[in-house]
Nanobody
Framework: QVQLVESGGGLVQPGGSLRLSCAAS????????MGWYRQAPGKQRELVAS???????NYADSVKGRFAISRDNAKNTVYLQMSSLKVEDTAVYFC???????????????WGEGTLVTVSS
């Protein structure tokens, strides 16, 4: 089994910064892409940012230039540094990872339970 545990959410004022972390644990053979989605109240879940095993990144247009994704392969952890936060960034942020648990197994997508980010004055 694989678990993804997020941390770092909270309340921040507009213009502020937060850093989210997501650590993968369990039976892990290889981690391919990892990333973050978010879901605001009444809206669909959307991709925020992703990073591949060779550090290729992808960002939603709405966060380009403000958010930065990175990963520490030794710690099986992905980070999301969020800066210049806006009220519209308020959402539950979910970590995901495409992870293989054995050399002969294709990767499966795993999800964390989410961490709430609230941007408000």
């Amino acid at each position: 089994q694989v678990q993804l545990v997020e941390s770092g959410g909270g309340l921040v004022q507009p213009g502020g910064s937060l850093r989210l972390s997501c650590a993968a644990s369990g039976t892990i053979w290889a981690i391919y892409s990892m990333g973050w989605y978010r879901q605001a109240p009444g809206k669909q879940r959307e991709l925020v940012a992703s990073i591949t095993s060779d550090d290729s990144t992808n960002y939603a247009d709405s966060v380009k230039g403000r958010f930065a994704i990175s990963r520490d392969n030794a710690k099986n952890t992905v980070y999301l540094q969020m800066s210049s936060l806006k009220v519209e960034d308020t959402a539950v942020y979910f970590c995901h990872g495409d992870i293989s648990t054995a050399i002969w197994r294709a990767p499966t997508t795993y999800w964390g339970e989410g961490t709430l980010v609230t941007v408000s004055s």
